[in-house]
């Protein structure tokens, strides 16, 4: 059925209860893939809260977009193999706790037809509050439903991306993906087959499963802690990004960073593939 529109603008869902423990936290961690050297001290005070000395566990700030997961406005009828991760834009008002329980308002924000042949963006709005009702979080969730458009809805409106500077990027780092890290990430919620079933992924028209776009988003976080913010989540005031094309587990993403104030700008590469995966990056630091 294509999409019910503008009937689609009404679905929303208030005050529905998460939780989360340092389990959730460093699992997350683990499946962006930090800890994978073992000696890297900066990178496992986010995967083991085991120190000889004291030193608390740190929340990586992207676990916003898994810490309510599963959070939705309503039911959209969509075709879900033809889906994918358009983009994310994260809020921050207030550190994440490493251990949480929490309530997530959820609504649409928008719909836009992009064409009967071009697929269908669809944005959702989830805001996620501590038990004082204080906003922790608000994630801004964009979908491209491939399979969707047509249905008659608006084709302009949606929100200008960031745009990155001309000049030769001030900083560049790589970051290795494994061959399963996305078995390993989709551990923290998202189970699409899309990621992990070789035939689903021929279905979706891709040669073998991709790697989850919120699993490249968490490898720019990773970038801009490594090299701006000094490994310090506390300090994330924004964090958002569109996917271009995916990643395949087992690539390494290039990410280029440029600094403008405390504005981090940032986009990210495959050089195998000679293929830009993210665009449009944009971290706030405070």
């Not at 930090?34 to 986010?46: R, V, Y």
């Not at 039911?75 to 994440?96: C, E, Q, S, Y």
């Not at 993403?253 to 000679?274: A, M, P, Q, Y």
Request: proline letters at 8%.
């Amino acid at each position: 059925m294509p999409i019910n529109y503008p009937v689609v603008l009404d679905l929303k869902n208030d005050a529905a209860p998460y939780s989360w423990s340092d389990r959730e936290v460093m699992l997350y961690a683990l499946g962006i893939g930090m800890g994978s050297d073992p000696l890297n001290k900066a990178e496992l005070q986010f995967v083991n809260e085991a120190f000889a000395t004291s030193k608390p566990l740190k929340v990586v700030p992207t676990f916003a977009s898994v810490c309510v997961w599963g959070a939705r406005p309503g039911v959209i009828d969509l075709n879900r193999v033809m889906i994918v991760d358009a983009g994310r834009d994260i809020t921050f008002h207030k550190p994440i706790p490493v251990m949480a329980s929490v309530t997530a308002d959820a609504r649409v924000r928008g719909v836009y037809d992009k064409g009967k042949e071009k697929g269908a963006i669809i944005q959702s709005e989830i805001v996620v509050r501590d038990r004082d009702d204080d906003k922790i979080v608000t994630i801004l969730s964009s979908t491209f439903a491939r399979g969707d458009g047509g249905f008659g809805g608006p084709s302009e409106g949606i929100p200008e991306p960031h745009q990155v500077p001309r000049r030769a990027p001030d900083k560049s780092v790589d970051i290795p993906t494994r061959p399963d890290q996305a078995l390993i990430y989709r551990l923290s919620g998202d189970r699409n087959p899309l990621h992990s079933d070789p035939e689903f992924a021929r279905q979706a028209g891709f040669p073998r499963p991709i790697l989850h776009g919120m699993c490249t988003y968490g490898l720019t976080c990773r970038a801009v802690l490594q090299t701006y913010a000094d490994y310090d989540p506390s300090a994330f005031r924004l964090h958002r990004v569109r996917f271009s094309a995916p990643v395949f587990p087992g690539e390494t993403v290039t990410i280029n960073l440029w600094k403008d104030g405390n504005s981090i700008s940032f986009e990210g590469h495959v050089r195998e593939r000679r293929v830009t995966v993210v665009r449009n990056g944009q971290t706030v630091l405070g």
